[in-house]
């Protein structure tokens, strides 16, 4: 299959990605409710690398928490990102577990405002799987939620990552 405009392409990749993991976060909380109180206090450390905007920019990241929980990560690695690059972040999250599955909505302070995340605080929307006790895959989008109607005139691609994790 050929595509005349690469960028357009992953733009549009992008935009199918995050409907379908706000469409399995309905999916989740419609589950009962009491299907969605197994989340487990546990950390997660994991790797992540955008995928949509930046490609080729990485993320490593550690999670603290149960349904509640705290994140720090930084960017290992950031490329295509002006004019200024990100270090790290700090943010706060919920997360609700069916069987596998966890989904998380929360909040995220990026210490440089740039056009990926253009205002500091973004929000921090999550998807994950459970591969096994130890190991976990998950896509995380941080914007500021422009399309939504806050802060219009700041730039706001967001940053598309998919990760691979290990739960301790």
Do not use: Q
Not at 43 to 51: G, I, N, P, Q, T
Not at 73 to 91: D, I, L, T
Not at 100 to 120: F, P
């Amino acid at each position: 299959m050929r595509h005349s405009n690469p960028s357009r392409f992953c733009a549009a990749l992008g935009r199918v990605a995050i409907t379908g993991m706000l469409l399995a976060a309905g999916l989740l909380l419609s589950a009962p409710s009491h299907a969605l109180d197994d989340t487990k206090a546990d950390l997660r450390l994991s790797v992540s690398e955008d995928f949509v905007h930046a490609r080729g920019s990485m993320v490593v990241s550690a999670r603290y928490g149960g349904g509640w929980g705290a994140r720090l990560g930084f960017w290992a690695r950031e490329s295509h990102v002006e004019p200024s690059k990100a270090n790290f972040f700090a943010g706060i999250d919920h997360v609700w577990t069916y069987s596998k599955w966890r989904a998380g909505l929360g909040a995220v302070w990026i210490d440089e405002v740039n056009e990926l995340n253009g205002t500091h605080w973004d929000f921090d929307v999550s998807l994950g799987y459970d591969l096994s006790t130890r190991v976990f895959v998950e896509y995380r989008h941080h914007s500021h939620g422009r399309k939504l109607g806050i802060s219009k005139n700041a730039s706001n691609d967001g940053w598309n990552l998919v990760g691979v994790g290990v739960i301790f």
